[in-house]
């Protein structure tokens, strides 16, 4: 850059912003506008009358016992499943690296389920799991679903280590699971991250493994999540009900992420 | 030791494999006894199948082909423009990827609704053309490249599409394929736009096919899943070395 001269440079980086608008506009029109509009939505009684009510929509929601069971099942399908699927996909990782890497068949398995058409295999896991009158089954379907990107992130970051670290490790005495826990884990620590952020974000996508296997708008009560509660008052129409919840799980999502990229921009300092 | 921890990671694939194997195995079952007479029903007397396969391959095409070209030059911009609040607006992106559909379905529809566009299969690609996943991704995917052949390329040409073309897109190849492969995926699988945004069945995709259990049979069900597993498996079968390597992360920040 040093060679490029001023007014040259400024042109340049001209040019490459424009290469950001195409994106920007349409970010602007499909999700930013029509998001700021259900946020006004949000805050009015209804479309016609168009009177602003305050907060009252989102008192109606949070009180209302439905958008509750849904926030507590999606709360706790996050709390339960995350962190079995994580050490899955480690544990799985490290033996797809470590202990397979001649059979590399072996990671179709795991990778498969994430591009293959959820409504194909929904109709098996009802056949098996058709007793069952609890969570499990979307639980089961939700890590079975997940493991595979998780897992391509995770073997991604393993092979990137240089053989040399684990040589040198071993010279100096550590062997086996000690190996792992002090060279391997801090090198793969924000892939580990990622795939988290990624997995709690799908966990917010579950509706259409569940929706698909209870093959109605009316799951039982274990397997209602907030997106049933948003589906159901979309096909109602009750615009009010949807953009205030709408609005209060974006909130919730957006404080996540945040939290969750601020702790790791803190972690590598 | 090793040994036993080898049987019980093939033991797990097994497990993870079966629910399509099963699926597969099943579609040559029906009526409780081996034979093609599902597939037959599935070719010849179910026709809405046809028009919503080709609904479904219209869809997944256009919108990662659109996608690449909107992405490519956003990433290329997040890269190399300096400009204020970059990593406040990134950090937008990101939050944004995150959004889970249901959020932004109201959105959504209201946005379509007033543009005239809903019902439409302009309504259901346009929203997913601009989707931020690929840009996030190829942004950290390009903290690797090499900034000097960009350089030599400027000293060539000044127009900004044969750079993109010739000096960028060549150094990102393996995540591109990555991130068509996976908003292939993305789209192929998607159920709550066409079941939401869409009222007119000559414009539905085969998820919504398969959602539809009251007014198709099991015995239909599972061939036509294996054929709708199918464009995924051979993309994936071109592709899975890039979809490995393509999703490398440097660094999330």
């Known amino acids: 850059m040093a060679t490029v001269k001023p007014h040259k440079s400024i042109r340049w980086n001209t040019k490459c912003l424009l290469c950001l608008v195409p994106s920007l506009l349409g970010l602007l029109l499909f999700y930013i506008i029509p998001y700021l509009r259900v946020l006004y939505y949000s805050l009015i009684n209804n479309q016609f009358k168009k009177d602003f009510v305050g907060l009252k929509n989102y008192i109606d929601a949070i009180q209302n016992e439905y958008f509750r069971l849904a926030f507590f099942n999606s709360i706790k399908l996050i709390t339960v499943c995350v962190p079995v699927l994580i050490l899955l996909a480690i544990a799985v990782s490290l033996g797809l690296t470590f202990l397979l890497k001649k059979l590399r068949l072996v990671r179709v398995a795991f990778i498969l389920p994430m591009l293959l058409p959820t409504a194909s295999v929904v109709l098996f896991f009802r056949a098996v799991f058709g007793q069952v009158e609890n969570e499990l089954p979307l639980y089961l379907l939700f890590i079975w679903k997940n493991i595979g990107i998780c897992i391509i992130l995770l073997t991604a970051a393993l092979t990137t280590i240089e053989d040399e670290l684990y040589e040198a490790a071993k010279l100096d005495g550590a062997g086996g699971f000690s190996l792992h826990v002090k060279i391997t884990l801090p090198l793969i620590l924000p892939t580990i991250s990622f795939s988290t952020l990624m997995a709690i974000v799908n966990s917010f996508k579950i509706f259409r493994e569940s929706y698909l296997y209870y093959g109605s708008n009316y799951p039982p009560d274990y397997g209602y999540t907030l997106q049933y509660y948003m589906n159901n008052n979309f096909l109602k129409f009750d615009y009010q009900a949807l953009a205030s919840s709408s609005v209060l799980t974006s909130l919730l999502v957006a404080a996540i992420v945040s939290a969750f990229l601020l702790a790791e921009r803190r972690y590598q300092r | ?253």
Request: aromatic letters at 16%.
């Open chain 2, 1 to 253: 030791m090793k040994q036993l921890l080898r049987f019980l990671l093939l033991l797990l694939a097994a497990v993870f494999f079966l629910p399509t194997l099963a699926t597969i195995l099943l579609s040559f079952y029906p009526d409780g006894q081996v034979g093609f007479s599902g597939y037959d029903e599935l070719f010849f007397d179910c026709f809405r199948f046809y028009t919503m396969f080709w609904n479904s391959v219209l869809y997944a095409y256009v919108i990662t082909a659109l996608q690449l070209v909107v992405i490519l030059p956003a990433a290329f911009a997040f890269s190399f423009a300096r400009f204020k609040g970059k990593e406040a607006l990134f950090f937008f992106y990101i939050i944004l990827m995150m959004m889970p559909l249901q959020v932004m379905i109201l959105p959504n529809y209201i946005g379509l609704r007033d543009m005239g566009i809903l019902n439409t299969r302009a309504g259901i690609i346009l929203p997913m053309i601009f989707s931020p996943f690929g840009v996030v991704v190829l942004r950290q995917y390009m903290k690797s490249m090499d900034g000097s052949v960009i350089e030599a390329m400027r000293l060539e040409t000044n127009s900004m599409v044969r750079i993109l073309l010739h000096a960028v897109a060549p150094q990102v190849k393996v995540c591109l394929y990555a991130v068509g492969l996976f908003v292939f995926a993305e789209c192929w699988n998607m159920l709550e736009q066409p079941m939401l945004l869409l009222q007119d069945e000559n414009l539905k995709t085969l998820t919504v096919f398969f959602s539809d259990t009251k007014n198709v049979s099991d015995q239909v069900l599972y061939p036509a899943s294996v054929v709708f597993m199918i464009p995924i498996l051979l993309l994936y079968l071109f592709f899975h070395r890039e979809l490995e390597r393509g999703l490398t992360l440097h660094e999330t920040n």
